[in-house]
């Protein structure tokens, strides 16, 4: 790791836990990770394994109650945003902070154009600003997001634009205010494949342009080895394995990860392959128990996996991984192929 | 890719001829409903004529040219304030207002019409100025008395041989000051007839007209004022607070409020009733059902994305419950409003007849339905012509407001 300066967010144990009728959903569960300036880190899962709740604690966007964060520092350029108070906050949030989110289509508010939307996004952090100000401020985000047109477009409402267009203003509402961090929470989902690439690219230039952090929220293996230096792989409320992005196509070390690299769509060499699956469900985030929660699907598992939670070890070149049959050289934990297994039965 | 290295999105442009904003489809499909779009015609003319009643319907005449002096008492009559006559003060400015705004933007558009872009900020300007202009005359106002001279009698003792002349509005007679006219039935003279103190029924309604109208916006919009708030900040803030707030409502909901209207304004000294003091308690016994409404929109849309992403960009709860939500809960709300308005001229209507209305000698239509009753045998004009008028603006208000249902349903779109 390197300086601490370097770092400008630092989550450390964040524990998020929702109190409902059907009891504790402890939807993110002491997860620590930390992003550099400059840097992007991805953090991928299946749905429900608390992605992108860890966002919205970050941002401190739930409701709390029912959410509680019984844990957990969330250090931003040092300063705790878990124990920051609501105005507090709401000078970070987008000012420092800024968001993306899943579905542009509903992220735009249905009654405004998108030039008062995003000049509005400036008005807030802004207050003294003159509306000629902010207006000349929005036509230029237009502009940086690659909106041709853009004097025009600002007077459009959100319903006359197309998805990856929508997508495109999200974005240059988010940087009007110049944040430091921005969390992308699955971005490019809701868009044509296409449309997805072109997105993508644009936050990279983006990213690069301006020397930002981002911290991208995705299931998406193929744009996670698109866009992140780091990447962190949740399952269950639990970060399980943690690396540099390369190392995780080439060397995966958790079963889960396993397993997950394997259920990609793809042709390999030129042949199509058999798409493999990992059997059963995250289990319902009421029901985690203190031991390895990949457990009752793993074809590892063992009773030690059953009684006791496996830490995150390290395993070289900041490698690391939370399983207890995990080997440094690495293990194919999916050999049996599933369809060996139906042609036995 | 562009010159200087930005990415252009690639997908196509919008048509030319893309849909407007939600507005402009709710207003298209509005005005493709006849029946709505007459209704609202008869509203906006209802509102004209309210506003000009002084200069439609009045005893005093534009110019009096009398003995070589020539004096202006219809202009002086609009300027000085009648005692006990709030409501009229306020409809003056209105009146003042719409000549002279028309007559600002005019001029803007005269002067802005080679200049394409600036217009819209200009047209703005000259709605402020237009509005400052019908202001003009109340503050310069002489401060002297109305004079008391009955015109419509004076007007056989001008000569027209010595260049004396009187141009009267279209109805030449005064609503208030009674005559020796009593009880004569409709004429060349009195369209609609005289009532038992001598004065024209038909210069009566449309003086009437300003107290049915403004009551019924009025007592809307403090309602509405209300209940948006409570709604919002129960639908908002949930929890204790919302369930507080219901509770409160049906407490409210329960009193019967006709009634409870009747209670307090009885209990004001008939000296210092005003019509106000009923827009007020209608105001504040109505805005339930908008409360409701108002609740229930802001649950469904506090849930929504775009909320979320407005909170995530630092806005503050006050900013996105007023600018961020409400916009989007007007819809309903707007709808159950100009039925409102319907109910609230019909409840003013009820208590004038019951004579807890507007005081004394302002004109109301229920209140002239009232006086009519005692003289139902001999005079029916006194009952049908207001009966009329109330039933006509009430049912422009519910069939508007039906349409405008229609319009904002999205499954009635064709």
Redesign the interface.
């Known amino acids: 790791m390197s300086q601490s300066s370097d770092v400008l967010l630092d989550v450390q144990d964040l524990r998020t836990h929702f109190y409902t009728d059907a009891g504790i959903a402890r939807a993110v569960d002491g997860i620590s990770f930390d992003i550099k300036r400059g840097e992007c880190v991805a953090l991928v899962g299946e749905s429900g394994c608390g992605k992108s709740v860890t966002s919205l604690s970050i941002?401190r966007?739930l409701a709390m109650p029912p959410a509680r964060m019984p844990s957990g520092k969330i250090l931003f350029k040092g300063r705790d945003l878990a124990r920051l108070n609501e105005?507090e906050m709401?000078?970070?949030?987008?000012?420092e902070i800024?968001?993306i989110?899943?579905?542009p289509q509903?992220?735009?508010?249905?009654?405004?154009?998108v030039g008062d939307q995003i000049a509005?996004?400036f008005m807030?952090?802004h207050p003294q600003a003159k509306a000629k100000e902010a207006w000349d401020k929005t036509i230029e985000a237009m502009?940086?997001v690659?909106?041709?047109?853009s004097e025009r477009?600002a007077l459009?409402?959100p319903?006359?634009?197309?998805g990856?267009?929508k997508q495109?203003i999200?974005i240059a509402?988010?940087l009007i205010?110049g944040p430091e961090l921005i969390i992308a929470d699955e971005p490019t989902t809701a868009l044509d494949v296409t449309?997805q690439a072109?997105i993508l690219?644009?936050l990279r230039?983006l990213q690069k342009e301006r020397h930002l952090s981002l911290l991208l929220i995705t299931h998406d293996l193929g744009v996670v080895a698109e866009m992140a230096e780091r990447t962190c792989v949740m399952y269950a409320g639990k970060i399980i394995e943690q690396s540099p992005t390369a190392d995780v196509f080439r060397r995966p070390l958790h079963p889960y990860t396993q397993g997950l690299l394997r259920a990609r769509p793809g042709i390999v060499g030129g042949t199509k392959h058999r798409l493999s699956v990992i059997p059963g469900m995250v289990p319902a985030a009421t029901r985690f128990e203190d031991n390895c929660r990949f457990n009752p699907r793993c074809p590892l598992c063992t009773q030690e996996c059953k009684d006791k939670e496996p830490a995150l070890v390290d395993y070289g070149d900041h490698h690391r991984a939370a399983c207890w049959h995990t080997k440094a050289e690495g293990i194919d934990a999916w050999r049996v192929e599933p369809i060996a297994k139906e042609q036995h039965a | 890719m562009m010159a200087d290295g930005?990415?252009?999105?690639?997908?196509?442009?919008?048509l030319e001829t893309?849909?407007?904003?939600?507005w402009d489809l709710v207003r298209g499909q509005f005005f493709k409903n006849r029946v709505a779009a007459v209704s609202v015609v008869i509203i906006l003319l209802l509102f004209l004529v309210a506003a000009w009643a002084p200069l439609i319907a009045n005893g005093k005449p534009f110019v009096w040219r009398q003995a070589g002096i020539t004096t202006y008492p219809l202009l002086r009559y609009l300027v000085v304030p009648t005692p006990g006559a709030s409501i009229d003060y306020l409809f003056n400015y209105v009146l003042f207002a719409t000549i002279t705004v028309p007559i600002a933007l005019g001029f803007a558009y005269f002067l802005t019409r080679s200049v394409a872009g600036a217009f819209r900020k200009k047209y703005k300007r000259a709605v402020g100025y237009g509005l400052l202009l019908a202001i003009v005359p109340f503050l310069f106002a002489p401060k002297y008395r109305l004079d008391g001279s009955d015109y419509p009698r004076k007007v056989t003792e001008l000569d027209a041989a010595n260049g004396e002349y009187a141009v009267f509005p279209p109805v030449g007679q005064d609503p208030i000051t009674p005559t020796r006219q009593i009880l004569k039935g409709p004429s060349g003279d009195h369209i609609l007839g005289t009532d038992k103190d001598g004065r024209d029924v038909f210069a009566r309604m449309i003086h009437g007209a300003r107290i049915s109208l403004s009551v019924g916006f009025v007592a809307e919009f403090i309602a509405i004022f209300v209940g948006v708030v409570f709604g919002a900040l129960a639908g908002y803030y949930r929890g204790w607070l919302d369930i507080t707030v219901m509770r409160f409502i049906e407490m409210v909901i329960c009193f019967p409020s006709f009634f409870l209207i009747l209670t307090i304004v009885a209990f004001i000294e008939p000296e210092k009733r005003s019509i106000f003091h009923i827009m007020l308690v209608m105001g504040i016994t109505g805005w339930t059902g908008i409360a409701r409404m108002v609740r229930g929109e802001f649950l469904k849309l506090a849930d929504?994305?775009?909320v979320?992403?407005?909170?995530?960009?630092?806005?503050?709860s006050t900013?996105l419950m007023f600018?961020?939500i409400l916009?989007?809960a007007m819809g309903p709300v707007l709808v159950s409003a100009a039925f409102g308005v319907a109910g609230a001229i019909l409840t003013e209507s009820g208590l004038s007849y019951l004579g807890f209305g507007a005081p004394p000698p302002t004109p109301t239509w229920g209140e002239m339905i009232s006086q009519g009753k005692e003289h139902l045998e001999e005079a029916w004009w006194l009952i049908v012509f207001p009966g009329l008028s109330i039933f006509v603006s009430v049912t422009i208000y519910n069939l508007a407001g039906e349409g405008l249902r229609d319009a904002m349903d999205p499954k009635m779109r064709s």
């Not at chain 1, 735009?108 to 154009?113: I, K, Q």
């Not at chain 1, 690659?146 to 047109?149: A, K, L, N, R």
């Open positions: 941002m966007l105005n709401c000078s970070v949030r987008g000012k800024a968001m989110f899943q579905e509903s992220a735009l508010n249905p009654v405004f154009t509005e996004a807030t952090h502009r940086q690659g909106i041709p047109d477009r459009d409402y319903h006359q634009l197309s990856g267009m495109r999200c509402m988010a205010c449309i072109q690219e644009l230039k | 930005t990415l252009i999105a690639p997908e196509i442009a919008p893309a849909p407007k904003g939600y929504q994305d775009f979320q992403s407005a909170r995530a960009l630092g806005c503050s900013r600018r961020h916009p989007n």
